[in-house]
């Protein structure tokens, strides 16, 4: 190991001093167990500077977003930029509460108000016809928020159905449409959860007197007893039939305080 001391060269010599920092580094440098590692921290340094220049920011279009855990909803279907940069704590997150998440084009982004989205959900008995009905919606000037299932492997339907309750209950959205084999225990299921009006309804009769009788939120449809035709017609009344009020309205009402009374009862 060498020394510098101030009486080796260049400090001992009488002209003014003009070491530079390599040259005070020299003896260092020469010693292989302690230059090696100096000329790899150099290196280090360059790799790191050449990528600084590969991924240099070079304005806000290059900004991505990040997506965490805290901006996972807790159920449905996210939609966040393409390209954006989704961490693990966010997947994991997602997995967990079945949410989807979806990379969309900006200009794709939701900014539709609760009152113009429609939750839509299916197990796998009615995710082909989910999947039929997506652009029926659309055609209305509506916007689907898709809550699964995504594809047809066998889920739960109750699950899926309160997926879309949910979403209507909470007013994320203003209607909800649940699809499943015979469309009977979807509504069920989402009519547990307080202020849902969920109806199940099978020719363009039934879905008229759901929505101008009862003000029903959720239609649950049977998508192996249905045609696509047959649901699609269904579908359009119900979407675009609005509630009577008047002398309906004291009724529906009275449909309501049934679930307040026994919601009481549970919480003593």
């Known amino acids: 190991m060498h020394i ?15 070491a530079t920092a390599e040259s005070l580094l020299a003896p260092i440098n020469a010693n292989p167990e302690i230059g090696v590692p100096r000329r790899r921290s150099q290196e280090g340094r360059q790799r790191r500077r050449q990528d600084r220049r590969r991924y240099r920011y070079n304005g806000p279009y290059l900004m991505k977003r990040v997506i965490t855990a805290q901006d996972v909803p807790a159920s449905g279907e996210m939609r966040v930029p393409i390209g954006s940069v989704v961490t693990p704590s966010a997947r994991e997150a997602a997995h967990e509460r079945g949410v989807r998440i979806k990379e969309v084009p900006e200009d794709e982004l939701s900014g539709a108000p609760p009152q113009k989205i429609v939750a839509m959900g299916a197990d796998h008995g009615g995710f082909r016809m989910k999947e039929a009905l997506k652009p029926v919606v659309e055609s209305l000037g ?21 997926r879309v309750a949910e979403m209507v209950a909470s007013g994320q959205a203003a209607r909800g449409v649940m699809v499943d084999g015979a469309g009977i225990g979807s ?16 020719d363009k009769a039934s879905a008229r007197n759901s929505r101008e009788h009862n003000d029903s939120n959720v239609l649950t449809l049977g998508g192996r007893l249905l045609t696509e035709t047959q649901a699609e017609e269904v579908l359009r009344t119900w979407l675009t ?10 009724r529906v009402r009275k449909i309501l305080d049934i679930e307040q009374k026994y919601s ?5």
């Open 241 to 250: 039939t609005p509630f009577a009020g008047g002398r309906h309205q004291a």
């Open 264 to 268: 009481k009862k549970a919480c003593l």
């Open 187 to 202: 509504a069920m299921a989402a009519n547990k959860v307080p202020g849902i009006l969920a109806a199940l309804c099978y």
């Open 142 to 162: 509506l916007e689907v928020r898709d809550v699964g299932a995504y594809d047809e492997k066998p889920v739960d339907y109750p699950d899926i159905a309160l």
């Open 4 to 18: 510098l001391t101030l009486f080796d060269s260049p400090f001992d010599s009488p002209e003014p001093i003009q």
